[in-house]
């Protein structure tokens, strides 16, 4: 019978022992499961911190202030607080990593269009100079300084200088004038005698009265002023607005926004998710409570791209920055050609005022360097300076033809022209027109948040299909957040530095439409 009953007890025996063996390798890979391995990994790899505060194994009695859950944590103390420094350092480099592609959209074109505002001022002057001594080549020589400094001038007021277009104009007829009675109008005196005493600086100061020029120079500088005072403000509105985007590097964020961000981040990484990314919902949720006060940036920064796009329009369109830099030639000539054939007249008034005594003029008989109508009649023809000379309505032909043998290139970012640049930069302006308010659904694509079937509710991994837009959580946090928004200063994206933004930008907004009011009239 003993021998019945051994084979049972050996039979059970060893299924005893099976099951010990059985439940032993299980207990090791529950431990192996639970082990935070792949957390001190992303740990490392995120550089969140120093290793050696990542645990071996998950603990039970963790006091955590954020990433508290149910179960074993692989969290600790310390880790919570490098989780924080490192989530408040790479939230700010996400935001400034795409207000970046702001800044340089703003301070890129800045640069192109002063470049091409210099390579036309350069090539309106080249044209002029071109124009004088070709033309008139007694008065060419000593007038290079004053068309030098003439543009000079218009290129340090496109640059923002405290500079009158007005005045620069009238001071160049004004220096202008004792060349053209001396060397045009009366050639026969002593230039001499004109240009270096008082009689020279009576001609200077008496030649808005005498009006020697006719009205050229009034619409010259009525001209000029309309299109390059929309090319200065434009270049104004821009630097201002670069400077508004970096001072959007120095906000800070609240430490209620940065606990938000470490459950959405990092506390999965507790219970061993470290693959696993926010759900889309949760994160717009906590980006737009984080961000609130910046989003009151939107407005503002709508209305001033809307201004950027007016100044824009106001410049280019038509070719008019182009058209009226190109006219100064025609505009000079013009006004010569008015002094010649006033002669009689301007030189009585002169003689009268300054107590100059001048023979005959000699006007209405040049010498062969100069250009003018053998005899003048109201019935005549206006004289052209020379037969290459445009008309004024031949300009915007003159102009084509330029533009085919000297191609504006001033900086890699125009192609062809004036034109052409402006349109690419309105172009790239509309896409940033909502940069403000979209901020936190740019925050929350990518990489950042779930792209599969299974994503982090901040308490929990939940499937995507369930949670739709937003996660339960979420939902609870968007209702309190709308509340908290003032509570929490919403992010503290220092409220006080955002009422200082939308401040200068409004301050920005009244200039510039000012300024673009004026140029519509003047362009009218």
């Known amino acids: 019978m003993s021998r019945g009953i051994c084979p049972r007890v050996n039979s059970c025996g060893s299924f005893w022992i099976l099951s010990a063996v059985i439940f032993a390798a299980s207990s090791l890979i529950d431990v192996d499961a639970y082990s935070c391995h792949e957390v001190k990994t992303a740990f490392q790899l995120r550089q969140v911190g120093p290793l050696h505060r990542v645990p071996e194994t998950p603990g039970t009695d963790v006091d955590l202030l954020v990433c508290k859950h149910q179960g074993p944590s692989c969290c600790t103390r310390k880790m919570e607080e490098s989780y924080t420094f490192a989530v408040r350092r790479e939230t700010l480099h996400n935001i400034h990593s795409y207000s970046y592609e702001l800044e340089h959209l703003l301070s890129g074109h800045s640069d192109a269009f002063q470049d091409m505002f210099q390579y036309l001022l350069s090539f309106s002057q080249g044209h002029l100079s071109s124009m004088l001594e070709g033309t008139y080549t007694s008065v060419s020589r000593h007038a290079l300084p004053h068309v030098n400094q003439l543009f000079s001038s218009l290129s340090l007021y496109l640059r923002g200088a405290n500079v009158s277009v007005e005045a620069t104009v009238h001071q160049f007829f004004n220096n202008l004038f004792p060349l053209v009675y001396t060397k045009l109008i009366n050639p026969g005196i002593d230039g001499s005698m004109m240009m270096g005493n008082e009689m020279g600086d009576c001609l200077r100061m008496i030649r808005q009265d005498v009006n020697p020029f006719g009205p050229h120079p009034a619409v010259m500088a009525q001209e000029l002023a309309g299109a390059l005072g929309a090319g200065r403000q434009l270049g104004l509105a821009l630097e201002e607005g670069l400077e508004v985007m970096n001072a959007t590097e120095h906000v800070s964020l609240s430490k209620e926004c940065v606990k938000g961000l470490v459950k959405m981040v990092y506390c999965s990484h507790c219970s061993g998710y470290t693959l696993i990314k926010p759900c889309v919902g949760y994160c717009l949720n906590i980006m737009r409570g984080c961000l609130a006060s910046v989003s009151e940036l939107d407005q503002p920064w709508r209305r001033y791209t809307s201004l950027l796009e007016q100044l824009t329009h106001t410049m280019a369109g038509h070719h008019s920055l182009e058209l009226a830099l190109l006219g100064v030639g025609g505009h000079v000539n013009e006004a010569l050609l008015y002094a010649q054939l006033h002669g009689p007249l301007i030189t009585a ?66 192609k062809h022209s004036l034109r052409t640049l402006s349109r690419e930069f309105l172009l790239y302006l509309q896409r940033y027109k909502s940069f403000f308010a979209a901020l936190p659904e740019m925050l929350c694509e990518g990489d950042n948040v779930v792209d599969d079937s299974h994503c982090w509710s901040g308490d929990s991994v939940v499937e995507r299909s369930l949670c739709g837009l937003l996660t339960q959580p979420a939902e609870r946090l968007l209702v309190h957040g709308r509340r908290r928004h003032r509570e929490m200063e919403a992010g503290e994206f220092c409220k006080s530095d955002m009422i200082t933004l939308s401040g200068r930008m409004l301050v920005i907004h009244k200039k510039v439409r000012t300024l673009s009011v004026m140029s519509l009239r003047i362009a009218i």
């Open 349 to 414: 008034t002169v003689d009268k005022v300054c107590g100059l005594t001048t023979g005959e003029p000699t006007s209405m008989q040049p010498t062969s360097s100069e250009v003018t109508t053998s005899t003048v009649t109201s019935s005549s023809p206006r004289p052209s300076a020379a037969s290459s000379e445009p008309l004024p309505e031949q300009w915007p032909r003159q102009l084509a033809h330029m533009r085919s043998s000297f191609p504006l290139k001033p900086s890699k970012n125009n």
